[in-house]
């Protein structure tokens, strides 16, 4: 090796020297300055204070009494001990955010306010008939169909409109009864005997009430009168005006007083049934308006009101059915139809009101975030009330006029559970007076190596034909070579 060479390889060896001793007496330093700035209580919290601890960035569970870095070399976050941590008069889990985090993450703000609320309920009607309109026909004697004059559902009839005939044995002798009272009456009508008149009277005024008992028609028994021939068969009318919904019998079938012969409804007016659910029937009363709207109808709406409301439950769907009556005097309302119901509530509701997510739900409490100051959200637990118009009611917690957050604040419940954990868990003084304490690593970063003894570290440098100039190792630097490969 010539005499340039050597010199240039003395200089390089006494620069690294004095880098590594200039690097480590920075080292120190910086050292002695963390030392000295913990004794002043120069720390990184509010006002120079000290952590109660320093939490992975990446998992909150995972704290160390000292400050570290993560396995990919990120700075663990100090948990300080002021009032966002729960000390002083703060509550535990408050959370300190400057302005600029609190608009990058999202938080919004609103106001509790007291106030009276009413809200529109919206659910799903049936329709049906008006019981009190529906009539149910049946015979008062047995006797045989003859002859059906409405044999089709569906179609619609007046009140007296002839329905069918019959024959029965038990009409037939009561119409020669009452022929026989006409006959005795209009013979001792003229009699002189006041008790024979009045005799004859009276058995013609039984016999023809048993007729009208068996509901014989008016016009039969005129002809009765008239023509003082017995009829085989006696007619059936309608006893009022609607539809045909049922006929139970067809012409040659034996019926009895068991047997249903026509049913009959009156559809001028019928019933919606509405199924609400437990928590909206304290909004809704007898009188209340409701506005029914039917898909096959667009841009009919029928309003009626509330007549009635259940007093009991549905076993199977939980919910309480109320009476709604509609007017339908142009028929477009069919029974069994479905439709969209809104029922405005007339029952006011007062109280503190506040944005529903605004609240958070954790098992069986819920808690919201209020604003102390700028910047400082102390968390509360409260009771709520009556939900309505995406509003809930506080019941307890929270005063009227506070500044509750409405958006964001998942993220500061997150903070929050952190920083109450550590005030509950870790007191101050135990965390002082561990900083000295060996911080526990995951992964890698946690397994300590024995030291090999000094001889077995020394490495000889490979040697290299006289002559040639040393080859660098890729990766490894000048200074770690051996001075036997350098002749």
């Given at each position: 090796?010539?005499k ?12 690294g020297?004095s880098?590594?001793?200039?690097l ?29 601890m320093?939490?992975?960035?990446m ?5 160390s009494p ?7 070399g ?20 408050t ?7 609190s ?9 509790a306010v ?22 149910t ?6 006797g ?11 179609e619609?009839v ?22 026989l009272?006409l006959?005795?009456w209009?013979q001792?009508k ?8 009045e005799?004859?009277?009276?058995l013609l ?6 007729l ?6 008016e016009?039969?028994?005129l ?12 007619h ?6 609607g539809?045909?919904?049922n006929i139970?019998?067809?012409e ?15 559809l ?18 007898v009188?209340?308006?409701a ?6 109808l667009?841009?009919?709406?029928f ?5 009635y409301?259940?007093p ?6 939980r919910?309480?059915k109320?009476?709604?009556e ?15 119901v ?11 009101f ?27 637990t ?11 009611e506080?019941v307890?917690?929270v005063k ?10 998942f ?6 559970s952190?920083r109450?954990?550590?005030?509950k ?10 900083q000295?304490?060996e ?17 077995d570290?020394?490495?000889d440098?490979?040697?290299v034909p ?8 890729e ?13």
């Amino acid at each position: 090796m010539n005499k340039t060479n050597a010199i240039l390889i003395v200089l390089a060896l006494g620069l690294g020297l004095s880098g590594g001793y200039f690097l480590s007496g920075s080292k120190s330093e910086q050292a002695a300055d963390a030392a000295k700035n913990e004794a002043n209580g120069d720390g990184p919290c509010a006002d120079g204070a000290q952590p109660l601890m320093w939490r992975n960035p990446m998992n909150p569970a995972v704290t160390s009494p000292n400050p570290a870095k993560d396995s990919m070399g990120m700075d663990y976050i100090p948990v300080c001990a002021d009032g966002n941590a729960g000390g002083g008069n703060a509550p535990a889990g408050t959370v300190r955010i400057d302005p600029a985090t609190s608009q990058d993450i999202g938080v919004r703000l609103t106001t509790a306010v007291q106030k009276k609320l009413s809200r529109n309920i919206t659910t799903v009607g049936r329709i049906t008939f008006d019981e009190t309109k529906l009539v149910t026909l049946h015979p008062k004697v047995d006797g045989w169909v003859d002859k059906l004059f409405v044999d089709k559902t569906g179609e619609s009839v007046k009140q007296d409109t002839m329905l069918l005939s019959f024959y029965s044995p038990e009409l037939v002798a009561t119409q020669e009864e009452y022929l026989l009272a006409l006959s005795n009456w209009e013979q001792l009508k003229s009699s002189p005997y006041s008790d024979i008149r009045e005799g004859a009277k009276r058995l013609l005024d039984s016999s023809l009430d048993r007729l009208r008992f068996f509901d014989v028609a008016e016009h039969q028994i005129l002809e009765l009168q008239r023509t003082h021939k017995v009829r085989k068969n006696m007619h059936i009318h309608a006893p009022a005006a609607g539809v045909v919904t049922n006929i139970g019998v067809r012409e040659g079938a034996r019926v009895t007083p068991a047997s249903e012969l026509y049913q009959i409804a009156d559809l001028s007016r019928v019933w919606v049934l509405a199924d609400l659910y437990e928590y909206e029937i304290s909004w809704v009363n007898v009188g209340d308006q409701a506005t029914l709207r039917i898909g096959s109808l667009p841009g009919h709406d029928f309003v009626g009101r509330i007549t009635y409301i259940y007093p009991y439950l549905d076993a199977k769907t939980r919910t309480n059915k109320v009476r709604i009556e509609f007017d339908n005097a142009d028929g477009l309302l069919k029974p069994d139809m479905f439709g969209d119901v809104e029922i405005a509530a007339s029952a006011i509701k007062s109280g503190v009101f506040v944005p529903r997510e605004a609240v958070l739900i954790t098992g069986k409490q819920a808690h919201l975030f209020v604003q102390s100051e700028a910047g400082r959200f102390e968390p509360r637990t409260v009771r709520t009330g009556i939900t309505a118009d995406g509003l809930v009611e506080i019941v307890e917690g929270v005063k009227a006029g506070e500044t509750v957050v409405s958006s964001g604040q998942f993220l500061i419940d997150s903070e929050s559970s952190i920083r109450e954990a550590a005030a509950k868990m870790v007191e101050p003084k135990s965390m002082n007076s561990s900083q000295g304490k060996e911080e526990p690593k995951q992964g890698m970063e946690g397994m300590v190596m024995p030291a090999a003894p000094e001889k077995d570290m020394q490495m000889d440098a490979p040697k290299v034909p006289e002559g040639s100039k040393p080859v660098k190792p890729e990766g490894m630097p000048m200074d770690h070579m051996g001075m036997e490969g350098m002749k």
